[in-house]
């Protein structure tokens, strides 16, 4: 209710029958009505006050939320003052990263912290960044810094976080271990191409190795030989010792061809079966002359271990020209 209709109101309630105003009464009204409005104005200054309280809890509770997230975070995550580099914020996996509890890195630049070749090298990577305003992305490259040592694999990501103004504010990284990862693809990789009892390459990894060998002599016109190879009478070798000793035979078989194939590339094809992609060029005596030497090297290695059933080297010999 507005001030004039308040007061109209309550000139009414002080006028008589006889339309005489009744001053005290009136002074009574008048002052009934301001006490009523101080009430009002205090129950607003506590719902402000009540309200802010609760958005300044909402927020704290939000912070101490990002925060617990951020700590957790199994990826080392940093924040920097974009003016001088100095770190302001680092989680427990930063610490992990760099064998450093934070209390020994927040306020302190690089140059105080590493080295001082790795130091020049942040400081560039952080003024580049500041300079053009765009994210760095390094991708898996080999650790500089920290307690894992330079056999760790690195993704890592540097950006730019600018004020209201669009000054740089803060620089925030990111650095993910990746070592586990490209070591489990590189073995898939190698289990695909690779036999996994003798690991010589197989099957598969030969017959890509004989496609480009015959290409590439096609279109230069040279030759090259492929030298094929099994073990005679392997199944009574497992027969009679035993699938343990006709593995140990068979890794040992598959050492010696490798060590004396004089370069070639050497790959078990399936079961007593080996395959040797010789080099560009090799004459056939040569190829000939490395099948004797194989025959007696494998003959050697079976009597070394002391088999009483001999094993032997079925040979076949041919050459590839283009």
Request: hydrophobic content about 40%; charged content about 30%; some cysteine.
């Amino acid at each position: 209710m507005s001030m004039h209709r308040l007061f109209a109101e309550q000139l009414r309630c002080a006028t008589d029958a006889n339309g005489q105003v009744q001053l005290a009464k009136l002074g009574e009204l008048v002052s009934a009505a301001y006490e009523a409005s101080d009430r009002d104005r205090q129950r607003m200054t506590e719902a402000r006050a009540n309200t802010h309280g609760q958005v300044e809890e909402d927020l704290l509770r939000t912070r101490e939320f990002l925060d617990t997230i951020v700590d957790n975070i199994p990826i080392a995550v940093f924040a920097k003052c974009a003016k001088d580099s100095r770190y302001i914020l680092l989680n427990r996996a930063g610490e992990d990263y760099y064998g450093l509890p934070r209390e020994q890195m927040l306020g302190r630049t690089p140059e105080e912290v590493f080295p001082a070749d790795v130091a020049r090298m942040v400081n560039e990577q952080d003024r580049r960044v500041v300079a053009s305003g765009m994210p760095m992305f390094l991708e898996e490259h080999l650790l500089e810094v920290g307690v894992k040592g330079h056999d760790r694999v690195i993704n890592s990501r540097k950006m730019l976080i600018t004020d209201a103004a669009g000054e740089p504010q803060y620089l925030v990284g990111v650095i993910e271990d990746v070592t586990e990862r490209i070591t489990t693809q590189e073995r898939i990789s190698h289990l695909a191409h690779h036999d996994a009892l003798t690991d010589l390459p197989n099957r598969s990894a030969f017959n890509a190795a004989l496609s480009e060998r015959l290409e590439r002599a096609q279109k230069a016109s040279t030759s090259f030989a492929v030298l094929s190879l099994d073990l005679d009478r392997f199944k009574e070798v497992n027969d009679v010792f035993g699938h343990p000793v006709g593995d140990m035979l068979m890794r040992a078989a598959a050492g010696r061809l490798a060590a004396e194939s004089d370069g070639g590339f050497v790959a078990r094809i399936g079961g007593d079966e080996f395959m040797i992609l010789m080099p560009d060029d090799v004459c056939r005596e040569d190829v000939l002359a490395l099948g004797e030497r194989l025959v007696e090297a494998i003959g050697n290695e079976t009597r070394g271990r002391r088999l009483s059933l001999p094993c032997r080297l079925e040979r076949r010999y041919r050459d590839l020209s283009g």
